[in-house]
């Protein structure tokens, strides 16, 4: 069956000054990892990347990224994104996720990874507040989670949450 | 039913090549030959191809012709980035590549370049 296969990488930007929000353009990003790619595999590492490569997904508040690559050269895509030290003015660098054959598996990492990190973030609260927040986060979550598995049970939503 | 083994690949590959200029006065010793290869790697394939360890065993100035070792996972990368490495410093070049042999001793010999003495 003739059919493109790809694989998407999913990375994550660490800002030098972490900030709510930088404006980064999915143009920006697409230019500053074929620079990349260049410099690391040559002519032949652009000119096979380049067909397939897309950055398919760019959020700035979550600074999550997702890029579409041909699933043969994946690997000149993912041993090249570690090289890239800013883009424009801005310093950074991209923290590589999970690479996943479709969307959806990433967002399902995404989501799993999303958990995770609450966790670490609960044991770095400096504030009562600010634990507080996250353990609401996190008990709103694995709520989410627990009412997938169960289509059929019913919950009184705020009764047992509220704080 | 025949058992076949495979040793693999040969852990070394040997290239005979010459550096060919349009302008033949331009001199070449075997650390810019060198560079040259390195670079036409790196157009090629990038930092990951200049990694790659390319040896010069010998190099005869006058011809500019050398005899380069190369490992296995590197040769088909080599051999490909001398093909298609045009230009240095402005100056048209091209690498002739005359033999190629997993064994060195088979470069001692080449029957295309072999002049019989006629008497």
């Not at chain 2, 036409?40 to 005899?67: C, F, H, P, Q, S």
Request: glycine content about 6%; proline content about 1%.
């Amino acid at each position: 069956m003739v059919r493109f296969k790809n694989r998407y990488l999913l990375c994550e930007l660490v800002l030098e000054k972490d900030c709510l929000v930088y404006p980064i353009e999915q143009k920006e990003v697409y230019y500053v990892v074929r620079q990349a790619i260049e410099r690391c595999h040559g002519d032949y590492g652009a000119g096979v990347t380049q067909g397939g490569m897309n950055v398919k997904y760019l959020n700035v508040y979550t600074k999550t990224v997702l890029i579409r690559v041909r699933r043969e050269y994946y690997k000149l895509l993912w041993s090249s994104i570690p090289f890239i030290k800013s883009i424009g003015r801005q310093k950074l660098f991209f923290h590589s996720l999970h690479i996943g054959g479709t969307i959806r598996s990433c967002q399902k990492f995404l989501v799993k990874y999303g958990q995770q990190q609450l966790a670490v973030l609960l044991q770095k609260c400096k504030t009562q507040e600010e634990r507080k927040a996250v353990q609401r986060a996190t008990i709103h979550c694995t709520w989410l989670k627990g009412l997938s598995n169960f289509e059929n049970v019913k919950h009184t939503e705020d009764d047992d949450f509220s704080d | 039913m025949k058992r076949i083994v495979s040793k693999g690949p040969a852990d070394y590959f040997y290239l005979k090549v010459s550096l060919e200029f349009t302008d033949d006065d331009f001199e070449v010793d075997v650390l810019l030959f060198k560079a040259i290869i390195v670079k036409a790697l790196l157009t090629m394939y990038g930092e990951t191809g200049t990694a790659m360890t390319v040896d010069v065993l010998k190099y005869n100035e006058d011809r500019k012709e050398a005899i380069l070792r190369v490992h296995h996972s590197g040769f088909s990368k080599l051999w490909s980035a001398l093909t298609l490495f045009g230009y240095y410093s402005q100056k048209q070049c091209a690498f002739r590549v005359h033999q190629v042999s997993s064994c060195l001793m088979a470069l001692a010999f080449n029957s295309r370049q072999h002049m019989v003495p006629v008497h």
